[in-house]
């Protein structure tokens, strides 16, 4: 079982907006601790989408954001495209682990 | 452009230790402002962290395998290495290397280690724990 909390899927029709929780504690999200985005795709490496809870790497749409409230964070992506489909991750710290820990990941399906 | 690529065996015997090395081009793992990380991707499963090992040498592992796991870094190779003593079955995933950083440049943004994220990422390598 992960520390962080992800919901196992998630999907929706082309052009619609898809949110993506994250739950943690006060050991991680909670103790102020930033939250990080990553798409893996099938067969592919993972690939860093949202760093420092909000912030988009060079290159990536702007299509996806994310926000953090308490000890939750969340990724949103709108407009989805098919190439949208994979797995996303998030991660953040953990104190009681002294290091980094990673949701159990949320297959994006665009019907 | 950092680039990082893992590779070793894709098939260890139960009980063995599984050694792989993550090769650094595009940079220097000298780099004070990262850290170098593995993480592994069990048939099926999530992502789980590893360990991870500072410029400066100071390593931090997974609780759950803290007691099987070393990192080291060969400076002279540019690479770092993953050791994992008395493999079983549930060892066997896709294991990434990845680079860790908490700045960005271009945003301004500056983060204290414990808000590290991984980038860039290895392709991962499969390795297999055989009876």
């Known amino acids: 079982q992960s520390v962080l909390t992800q919901p196992p899927s998630v999907s929706g029709a082309p052009g619609q907006r898809v949110t993506i929780s994250c739950t943690g504690s006060s050991s991680n999200i909670g103790s102020a601790y930033d939250v990080h985005w990553y798409q893996h795709p099938l067969g592919r490496a993972p690939k860093l989408l949202i760093y420092?809870?909000?912030f988009r790497p060079s290159g990536v749409p702007d299509r996806f954001s994310g926000s953090k409230s308490g000890t939750s964070a969340s990724l949103a992506i709108s407009g989805i495209q098919a190439e949208d489909e994979a797995d996303y991750y998030c991660q953040s710290y953990d104190s009681s682990v002294s290091g980094w820990v990673f949701g159990g990941g949320t297959k994006l399906t665009v019907l | 452009q950092l680039q990082l690529q893992e590779s070793g065996p894709g098939l260890v015997k139960s009980s063995e230790t599984l050694s792989l090395t993550c090769t650094v081009s595009?940079?220097?793992?000298?780099?004070?402002?990262?850290?170098w990380g593995w993480i592994r991707q069990p048939p099926g499963k999530g992502l789980e962290w590893i360990g991870s090992i500072s410029s400066g040498g100071n390593t931090y592992y997974n609780p759950s395998l803290r007691s099987r796991v070393t990192i080291f870094v060969d400076t002279s190779k540019n690479h770092f290495s993953l050791k994992l003593t008395s493999v079983t079955a549930a060892d066997t995933a896709v294991y990434y290397c990845?680079?860790?950083?908490?700045?960005?440049?271009?945003?301004?943004?500056?983060?204290?280690?414990?808000?590290?994220?991984?980038?860039?990422w290895g392709q991962g390598t499969l390795v297999t724990v055989s009876s």
């Open positions: 990845a680079g860790q950083i908490s700045y960005d440049t271009l945003t301004g943004y500056y983060g204290p280690p414990t808000h590290k994220w991984f980038d860039p």
């Open positions: 420092g809870n909000t």
């Open positions: 595009g940079g220097s793992i000298n780099s004070r402002s990262h850290y």
